[in-house]
């Protein structure tokens, strides 16, 4: 069975990105409460934002999941990649983000490695680049796997990163890594700018997945853009993907109407 999930952002700094809820982590409970959402997923500044006992407590007063924990932050407010050439800032990268591991895994949730993957830069050599990508995410899949979770992986479109931009292109490098606790991250969205045929992609690769970015090709709600999803919620329900559709989109026309939509959508699709 798939999962209903809804992004709230706590990060001043990413104002403009593609999240349906803002800044105030309890009121967007409450509304993805009401409307029947199973879980949250959540972009914070740092692992140690909200209390643990905080966010326990919210979580079951809402009757509400963590699906997974963004390490965004960790790009946006340090400066911080997995594939910078110096090797100070790589290691803060694992470090922020094992941080992000622990504070996800007290609740069972994964960490989200996005923007943090980096890019290969001006004058660097792709080979190099991709050996600390591979090291970054051996030794942080080792660390999920000890705190019994796993560590998701996202291509992102070409806008974003040079590293891998296809879940084609994702699954073969998580088979070329050590660790087998690594998943990736189906961003719809990213997935209609970069996929010959989206359908194709989750059947051919579907077992490499383990958590979906639920949102329209222009970024907006599903259902607001020419995204076809009836072909694409019959492959993920043919590859039997059971984890979550987070919505990871703009808050258009506003949270509250992008939720609504979200949660009417999901409910075609795999309610
Ligand atoms: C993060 O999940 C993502 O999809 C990125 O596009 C955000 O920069
Ligand atoms: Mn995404």
């Keep these: 069975m798939i999962k209903s999930c809804v992004t709230i952002a706590l990060v001043p700094q990413i104002k403009t990105g593609p999240w349906i809820f803002w800044e105030d982590l309890e009121a967007g409970m409450e509304k993805a409460s009401k409307l029947g959402f199973d879980a949250i997923e959540l972009f914070t500044a740092s692992a140690d934002a909200i209390e643990n006992p905080k966010l326990q407590e919210l979580l079951k007063k809402h009757n509400l999941e963590l699906a997974a924990v963004g390490t965004g932050a960790g790009k946006v407010i340090h400066g911080l990649t997995l594939t910078d050439p110096n090797s100070e800032i790589r290691e803060k990268a694992v470090s922020f983000i094992s941080d992000m591991i622990d504070f996800g895994a007290a609740f069972g949730a994964p960490a989200i490695i996005g923007s943090m993957q980096g890019n290969i830069l001006p004058g660097n050599d792709r080979e190099e680049t ?142």
């Design 130 to 271: 991709m050996s600390w990508l591979a090291e970054g995410l051996n030794q942080l899949g080792k660390h999920a796997e000890s705190r019994g979770v796993t560590l998701i992986y996202e291509p992102l479109n070409r806008y974003e990163t040079n590293l891998l931009n296809t879940i084609e292109a994702g699954s073969k490098f998580l088979d070329s890594l050590e660790t087998k606790s690594v998943k990736l991250l189906a961003d719809l969205f990213h997935m209609n700018i970069e996929e010959g045929n989206l359908e194709e992609s989750i059947l051919n690769w579907g077992k490499y997945i383990g958590h979906v970015h639920f949102a329209d090709s222009n970024r907006r709600p599903m259902g607001f853009g020419h995204t076809s999803m009836k072909e694409i919620a019959e492959a993920l329900q043919t590859v039997k993907y059971s984890g979550y559709a987070s919505a990871e989109a703009f808050p258009y026309p506003n949270p509250d109407a992008a939720a609504e939509q979200t949660i009417e959508e999901f409910s075609k699709w795999f309610g």
